[in-house]
């Protein structure tokens, strides 16, 4: 079996299955970084100067759904008839398709009475019913104050989780994960405004859930890379930079799922929200949720654990261990293999189990005939012993 | 929580069981065979496993707990819906009806209102959304200074609606001085100026305060005693988000037209003081309410119009002189267009509409054709009323509510305990006034914020739209993994199904007992809560790849990886609950229900993999099938081919 497969290297996507990639994230980080700040300077460039489509809550005014499904009317007469009867159209659109055709009509701020009038006007061209019209009516202030709560519901959140990975993880992961949501932000709402796409409260709703998101995608790589430098520092094996990168390839493909089983339902939402219904709530979540957690798994394989990185390499002992790792690899003149490394990564990934944060499992439980002879698994070196074997013979192949 | 503890009858009945497959299990898997060998060079000889053993885990509890749960879910909800199929309680976005969210609107300071004058006002504006005669209102403080109305249906008066939330601020106010205001009648004769200035109206009491500081009507250079003496009248000014203050006022008007109306004490009657104050007809209605009172009243240019338009509650301060206008009313009987209103010089209130103890429509017993408002004061309410009254015989009284004059009777005689409000009512114009009485005054203003009416049709399409995001959602996400992880899609696939069924009961059985409802906002939460509950399966389910690939069976690598992934998956899911949990405390808008929804799924989510994935994992391990290469989705020590092929799919 080992002899057959050491001929033929696997493909990428079998790698990524297995989790045996080996792509070079953190050496090449300031690819990445210069990458995303070349998109993060284009996209502010965008925002200053393009500025935002601000949705109906933000300017103020009525929106009317007309149905049109048995209408001869067109949208442009409906927009005429409101027009007609005093109303200032601002846009109007075609939503849905079928028996939910509808007509989305805004118009700016209008009296009571006002808005009465353009229903009647717009149901007599449109030959429906002034009742079967939508009408959605909302102050200039609306808007902002939803802003605002969400502004205060941001800052919240943002010193709460800090807290959370902060004492969960370590500092320097709440930081980095900080400074990837900071990105993830910056980039959706510089698509949003490069695109054109409205914001609307619900926007901005959706992208507060992208920063739980997003960050949950982070904690999922940050869980690993926590796991696998735990004992960083008590071996010369690998640098922290060479342990964070194998996290990160390890958990390749738990976050390339994290992300598309993410995606896959707002894929739905987003077309529903734009196929069936056309605007309203579920597009604006949907939209602003499909971007930003997309560029949210980015975020969290190609910068938060490279920054993680750099913050670590800026301590004195990490340097220190750095160079530990060099001399013994100097010493050791045995060229450092891959497979080897590996191996004693598997090794390092053993000990560690009995020392991670929450192990409070009974061991017993984890029923492991095969390790019970060496008893409490607390005995790094009989672990050692057994574990090698099958990590070499698993790179070996 | 779930962890049992392993001693007691069921492990050692699993113990027995794992003795009686154990061979069975170990033969199918071919992977395993040569890992377990060198491996069990080591402990083979091992006779303490069978300890090890009984402590495996025992996975009946953790069933029998998750159809307990969903025994007292389901039981519970169908008791809340009267044993009949529990339904969700849909919100008016999915069923059709109209929400509205109003606002309160605090003068002069940013300080939301109090929990207490927020339940105050909930209530006040329940009584007079259930007197406009819609069917089950529902009425709720949202966020710190929000209150929504939600009425299902689609037979609403909007425009009853719409007045929920005035203020109805009742104040009882001597008249000290009134004039007409002729403004809207100019407008709608159009071409012809009026016959001549503002006519006084019948009491034309001077007022003391401003009459102390009397200098010629037509004196252009003012007096600086007048402008210290307006500072109270300055007080009124609620402060608007705008930041306009009376100076910037006055610099709009130009310093000489402001020094002229701050001197005037009766109506200009030359061109030049008239088209000086000209400017006065181009303010805002927010900068009209930071006037000081003679200025408001004396200057003609000012209108009715701007004075209506003022912020809510522009003269609601009690202790200043306010002016105010009475509701248009026609000029002449012939031409209803017409319409002039009464501009009122008003002093400060000493009775409020909060001593008003009840008020009662009646017909005037001189004149039965006359109707009239019977009002009841409180003890302290008729104190001050008797006093105000005995000073004021002869004089007008003017009822105050929101900015308008609603009615200015005369007052006849000193009365303490009761009065009777007389005028020109109509028998609806009566019933309000009571109404408003009644119901007394709301502690602070409300604006409308949003009105959102939504068909019936709409709200159909609209839940159809919802439900069909999400199964579409489901089905993605079960093809999905039954693609990359084969048999293991299926405890995807039933593990979403156990939190379906484990959600719907919980949320029928919120909208029964508190009211939850459901609308498209949450519908979204939920489809969205999808990609995150099946991610803690990813996340198992990956670790267990992980540790097969590290040459482990099924059988052992699943507990292993469960042990990890579990820590992984709390600590994810705890950062999904604080998002969701300041979004629901903090936000306002429909947003709330998106965070509920996400909140609950993720509750469900950590009860589901603790109850349902992670024992079900365990007990197919115990099988062959997940120790079979081709089915279980988890082995990446399969030839190359075989890999391929999976992660192609």
């Known amino acids: ?397 | 929580m779930c962890e049992p503890t392993p001693s007691g009858p069921p492990s050692r009945r699993a113990g027995a069981r794992y003795r009686l497959r154990g061979p069975h299990c170990a033969r199918p898997c071919p992977s395993s065979e040569e890992e377990t060998e060198p491996l069990a060079s080591v402990t083979g000889a091992d006779r303490p496993r069978k300890k090890i053993q009984r402590k495996r885990l025992a996975v009946a509890p953790y069933f029998t707990a998750l159809l307990a749960v969903l025994a007292v879910l389901w039981l519970s909800a169908l008791a809340g819906s009267g044993w009949k199929f529990p339904t969700a309680k849909l919100g008016l976005d999915l069923q059709g009806g109209l929400s509205m969210t109003l606002t309160a609107y605090q003068q002069g300071t940013d300080e939301p209102p109090s929990a207490e004058t927020m339940e105050q006002a909930r209530q006040i504006i329940e009584n007079r959304v259930n007197s406009t005669g819609v069917s089950e209102p529902e009425v709720f403080v949202e966020g710190s200074e929000n209150i929504v109305v939600n009425v299902a249906g689609d037979d609403i008066d909007e425009e009853a609606l719409r007045d929920v939330g005035a203020p109805a601020e009742l104040r009882f106010r001597i008249v000290t001085n009134s004039t007409m205001d002729t403004s809207a009648l100019e407008e709608a004769l159009a071409e012809e100026t009026p016959t001549d200035e503002p006519t006084d109206t019948a009491s034309e009491t001077p007022t003391e305060e401003s009459s102390e500081t009397a200098t010629d009507d037509a004196s252009a250079d003012p007096t600086e005693e007048t402008t210290t003496e307006d500072a109270s009248g300055s007080g009124q000014a609620p402060t608007t988000d705008e930041d306009v203050t009376i100076d910037d006022v006055w610099a709009k008007v130009g310093a000489d037209a402001a020094a002229t109306a701050q001197a005037l004490t009766a109506a200009p009657a030359d061109e030049a003081t008239m088209a000086l104050l000209e400017p006065f007809g181009e303010l805002t209605p927010e900068e009209v309410s930071l006037l000081p009172a003679n200025v408001q009243f004396f200057v003609p240019q000012i209108t009715c119009e701007q004075l209506d338009n003022r912020p809510p509650g522009a003269v609601q301060q009690a202790d200043i002189e306010v002016v105010a206008c009475s509701a248009p009313e026609p000029y002449s009987a012939d031409d209803p267009d017409l319409t002039v209103s009464y501009k009122y010089l008003l002093q400060p209130a000493t009775v409020l509409g909060s001593d008003v103890t009840q008020a009662d429509v009646g017909t005037d017993q001189a004149n039965p054709n006359m109707f009239v408002v019977n009002v009841q004061f409180s003890t302290s309410g008729a104190e001050n009323w008797g006093a105000l009254t005995a000073e004021n015989v002869g004089s007008q009284v003017a009822i105050v509510l929101d900015n308008e004059v609603v009615s200015a009777p005369t007052i006849n005689e000193a009365s303490t305990n009761s009065t009777q409000i007389s005028g020109d009512f109509t028998a609806d114009e009566a019933n309000q006034l009571a109404d408003q009485l009644n119901f007394g005054s709301l502690p602070t203003t409300f604006v409308v914020e949003t009105i959102n009416e939504v068909t019936a049709t709409l709200g159909v399409d609209q839940l159809k739209a919802g439900m069909i995001a999400m199964m579409l959602g489901l089905i993605l996400v079960f093809l999905y993994s039954m693609i990359y992880y084969r048999l293991m899609g299926f405890v995807v696939l039933g593990s979403l199904i156990v939190a379906t069924a484990v959600l719907y009961p919980a949320i029928a059985l919120l909208g029964s007992q508190v009211g939850l409802t459901l609308t498209l906002a949450g519908v979204a939460g939920f489809v969205v809560s999808i990609g995150i509950t099946a991610d803690s399966f990813i996340v198992y389910f990956e670790r267990i790849k992980e540790e097969m690939a590290g040459g482990r069976s099924a059988r052992s690598a699943i507990p292993r990886a469960w042990v990890r992934a579990r820590r992984t998956i709390l600590s994810a899911n705890a950062i999904s609950m604080i998002s969701a949990v300041v979004l629901y405390i903090l936000a306002i808008g429909p947003v709330r229900a998106f965070a509920f929804s996400l909140g609950i799924s993720t509750i469900v989510d950590v009860m589901i993999v603790f109850l349902f994935t992670h024992p079900i994992a365990e007990w197919l391990s115990r099988g062959r099938v997940l120790n079979s290469q081709a089915l279980s989705g988890l082995h990446t020590k399969t030839a190359p081919a075989t890999g391929d092929a999976a992660a192609k799919g």
Request: avoid cysteine; glycine fraction near 8%; charged fraction near 20%.
């Open chain 1, 1 to 397: 079996m080992s002899t057959k497969q050491t001929e033929k290297r696997p493909s990428v996507l079998s790698q990524l299955y297995r989790g045996e990639t080996n792509f070079q994230f953190i050496a090449n980080r300031r690819k990445f970084y210069l990458a995303s700040g070349i998109v993060i300077a284009a996209l502010a460039v965008v925002m200053v100067f393009k500025g935002f489509v601000l949705g109906i809550d933000f300017a103020g005014g009525v929106q009317y759904a007309v149905p049109a499904a048995s209408t001869s009317a067109s949208l442009e007469d409906v927009e005429n008839a409101a027009e007609a009867a005093g109303a200032e159209v601002g846009t109007g659109q075609v939503a849905g398709s079928g028996d939910g055709r509808s007509y989305i009509i805004r118009v700016g701020e209008l009296e009571s009475d006002q808005s009465t009038a353009v229903r009647d006007a717009m149901a007599a061209e449109a030959g429906v019913g002034a009742d079967s019209i939508s009408v959605s009516e909302v102050s200039a202030t609306w808007g902002a104050a939803v802003s605002k709560q969400a502004l205060i519901a941001l800052i919240v959140f943002l010193v709460l989780v800090s807290a959370f990975i902060w004492i969960r993880y370590e500092r320097r992961m709440a930081i980095a994960s900080l400074g990837a949501l900071a990105h993830d932000i910056v980039i959706t709402v510089g698509i949003y405004s490069l695109v054109g796409f409205e914001i609307t409260p619900s926007t901005i709703v959706g992208l507060l859930t992208i920063l739980g998101y997003s960050i949950y995608d982070t904690v999922v790589v940050f869980d690993k890379v926590q796991e696998n430098t735990a004992q960083l520092l008590k071996s010369r094996n690998q640098t922290f930079a060479e342990a964070v990168n194998d996290a990160v390839n390890q958990t390749l493909m738990r976050s390339i799922n994290t992300s598309i089983i993410g995606v896959l339902p707002v894929a739905a939402l987003l077309f529903v929200g734009v196929g069936m219904l056309g605007v309203g709530t579920l597009k604006d979540l949907a939209l602003v949720l499909f971007v930003g957690m997309i560029v949210g798994a980015y975020s969290s394989i190609f910068l938060a654990a490279p920054w993680v990185v750099d913050l670590a390499e800026r301590s004195a002992a990490f340097q220190r261990h750095n160079k530990k790792v060099a001399t013994a690899r100097a010493a050791g003149e045995k060229s450092e293999k891959p497979a080897a490394k590996a191996a004693d990564d598997e090794d390092e990934d053993d000990d560690r189990l009995e020392l991670a944060k929450t192990d409070d499992l009974p061991l017993e439980l984890l029923e492991e005939p095969v390790k019970t002879g060496s008893a409490p698994r607390s005995g790094p070196s009989r672990s050692g012993q057994s574990r090698p074997n099958n990590a070499k013979k698993r790179k070996r192949r």
